[in-house]
């Protein structure tokens, strides 16, 4: 089970700090990873980082800007969001997926379409 938290209302330029708890496990291989969903809008995947902690990956919107980490237990990762948008404006989930969706489909796009996934925290930014 995956639990987010960390959402809000912020300011244009303002910063959040989202969390995503892995509860009952801790992922070993694959990776985990932060979508959004805006209303009205598709599933986007934003952020993922490999279990190993080495690689991360990133839409080109949040480059620069959003931070994925992990803690070293690897039941906890985190998203730094930097200088938000209001297009950054969605409910914000994270998932996690195996190496063989990864391969089978490419991380983001795996994560976009994983069951395994949380409820979500929404971000406002105005």
């Known amino acids: 089970q995956l639990v987010e938290s960390g959402g809000g209302s912020v300011p244009a330029g303002g910063s959040l700090r989202l969390s995503c708890a892995a509860s009952g496990y801790t992922y070993s291989d694959g990776c985990v990873g932060w979508v959004r969903q805006a209303p009205g809008k598709t599933r986007e995947a934003i952020a993922a980082i490999y279990s190993s902690g080495s690689d991360t990956f990133y839409l080109d919107s949040v480059r620069g800007r959003f931070t994925i980490t992990q803690d070293s237990s690897k039941t906890t990762v985190y998203l730094e969001m930097t200088n938000l948008k209001p297009d950054d404006t969605a409910l914000y989930y994270c998932?996690?997926?195996?190496?063989?969706?990864?391969?089978?489909?490419?991380?983001?796009?795996?994560?976009?379409?994983?069951?395994?996934r949380g409820q979500g925290t929404q971000v406002t930014v105005s």
């Open positions: 998932a996690s997926v195996d190496n063989d969706a990864i391969q089978a489909r490419g991380v983001l796009t795996a994560l976009e379409y994983s069951s395994n």
